[in-house]
């Protein structure tokens, strides 16, 4: 009887501990394609939480001084949505890849979820061209 009452108590309290937020993303990468060299840009990287407590999104951490990110702050409850607006500084012509991390208190495999934007950034001579040739 009492070896019963004490897994039911530590079941019970188990699922309290580990009962939080999950985060999931509509997507995790997002392509600008040919864009304009020199106006900053940005995408909003939409989330749900789809776990039972609150998740909060305690950073993001981006690979380097182009890109910089703003949050959802405050926690998102369960069912709730937030997002993740990566920008990036578009200041250098050519290809980029670049990545911001995720950091929440969601469970293990998505507590530092790596986002990418990627695209080309055009100098003004040929992105105008780009676009009088179409």
Not at 8 to 21: I, R
Not at 104 to 124: C, M
């Given at each position: 009887?009492?070896?019963?009452?004490?897994?039911?108590?530590l079941?019970?309290?188990?699922?309290?501990?580990f009962?939080?937020?999950?985060?999931?993303f509509d997507?995790?990468?997002?392509?600008?394609?040919?864009?304009?060299?020199?106006?900053?840009?940005?995408?909003?990287?939409?989330?749900?939480?789809?776990?039972?407590?609150?998740?909060?999104?305690?950073?993001?951490?981006?690979?380097?001084?182009?890109?910089?990110?703003?949050?959802?702050?405050?926690?998102?409850?369960?069912?709730?949505?937030?997002?993740?607006r990566?920008f990036?500084?578009?200041?250098?012509?050519?290809v980029?890849?670049?990545?911001?991390?995720?950091?929440?208190?969601?469970?293990?495999?998505?507590?530092?979820?790596?986002?990418?934007?990627k695209g080309?950034?055009?100098?003004?001579?040929?992105?105008?061209?780009?676009?009088?040739?179409?």
């Amino acid at each position: 009887m009492k070896r019963g009452l004490l897994i039911s108590v530590l079941l019970m309290v188990s699922s309290l501990v580990f009962a939080g937020g999950e985060i999931k993303f509509d997507t995790l990468e997002y392509n600008f394609d040919k864009i304009c060299m020199g106006a900053p840009i940005h995408h909003d990287f939409k989330f749900k939480n789809v776990g039972d407590g609150p998740l909060v999104v305690k950073d993001v951490r981006s690979s380097c001084g182009c890109v910089y990110a703003a949050w959802t702050a405050s926690p998102v409850a369960p069912g709730d949505t937030g997002s993740v607006r990566v920008f990036y500084k578009n200041n250098v012509s050519g290809v980029f890849h670049k990545t911001v991390k995720v950091i929440s208190n969601s469970s293990r495999s998505n507590r530092k979820l790596p986002l990418v934007i990627k695209g080309e950034s055009l100098n003004k001579k040929d992105f105008k061209a780009m676009q009088q040739s179409k």
